[in-house]
């Protein structure tokens, strides 16, 4: 899933095309993708996007005066840039933005933004926003450089899992299933650590850790180029999604615990005191 680093790189390199030009076309061409009614998205046509960034999750499309829209890719959503725009419907299409040329730059013709679903729940979604309202970024938590954020990890009383709190959008935003599993990593925790256990070194590093993570994935994120596309995104963590192989920090083969919809993944050496966690697919295969 695409999370923090990820989507603000991509923000910046879908800032560097669209800045400035004007939106020609929103084609809406997945069922109930768009989630909102009013404003219509024709009714964009012919504003200028101003900036491109990124919050919590959210791909964010500025259009100064005329309002905001904003895509989340969720699970596996991604896009597409098309230079020239194409027509063609590929196969979990979502949406495509269609901006015109940009007057300063003869050269630079029309360019499509595609939209694309590979997966089959939580799918990818967009809004169309009028100025002043957030929808739903404004059910969203602090971002992780943030000081709101340093105080809950330094300071809060939050009885669940570091992991859990990590994920929820409401407490924190922009850190999902890899980078969790990474943060945990990197601030050597269990992945069953509770907030309100850990002592004021512990809550200090896993702070570092988490700042730490993200910054590094979106220096990472950025090597990509064009939009995100359809190959894995697991490149470029450290722990997450690689049970089975070496830990990068010690070389213990790297266990994970699965969930009905996740796996964590961590390091016995380094995270449990080399306690290996009960694993349902384990136990089922002792069976
Ligand atoms: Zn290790």
Redesign the pocket.
């Known amino acids: 899933m695409p999370e923090l680093p990820q989507m603000q790189a991509l923000a910046e390199r879908l800032e560097a095309v669209l800045a400035g030009r004007e939106l020609e076309r929103a084609d809406p061409l997945g069922f109930s993708a768009l989630k909102t009614v009013v404003p219509a998205p024709d009714s964009f046509v012919g504003a200028t996007v101003e900036a491109v960034g990124r919050i919590g999750k959210y791909l964010v499309l500025d259009f100064g005066a005329v309002g905001r829209v904003l895509v989340h890719l969720s699970q596996a959503g991604r896009v597409d840039v098309e230079d020239p725009p194409k027509s063609t419907r590929a196969k979990g299409s979502v949406v495509r933005f269609v901006f015109s040329r940009r007057e300063a730059d003869p050269d630079a013709g029309e360019v499509g933004i595609l939209v694309r679903e590979y997966g089959h729940e939580r799918k990818a979604a967009w809004w169309v926003l009028a100025p002043g309202d957030d929808g739903p970024l404004g059910r969203l938590g602090p971002e992780p450089a943030s000081e709101e954020f340093a105080e809950l990890v330094l300071h809060g009383d939050d009885r669940r899992r570091v992991h859990t709190i990590l994920r929820d959008q409401r407490t924190v935003s922009g850190v999902g299933r890899g980078y969790a599993d990474d943060a945990l990593w990197r601030a050597q925790l269990s992945p069953y650590a509770t907030l309100a256990s850990l002592d004021d070194n512990a809550r200090m590093q896993l702070l570092t850790a988490v700042r730490d993570v993200m910054a590094q994935g979106v220096e990472r994120e950025r090597t990509r180029s064009g939009g995100l596309s359809k190959p894995k995104l697991g490149d470029h963590f450290d722990v997450h999604a690689r049970y089975g192989t070496p830990?990068p920090?010690?070389g213990?083969i790297l266990r994970r615990v699965s969930y009905a919809s996740h796996e964590v993944a961590y390091?016995p050496?380094?995270q449990t005191d080399g306690k290996v966690l009960a694993d349902r697919r384990m136990s089922r295969l002792v069976k």
Request: aromatic fraction near 0%; proline fraction near 0%.
């Open positions: 830990c920090r010690c213990e390091c050496a380094c």
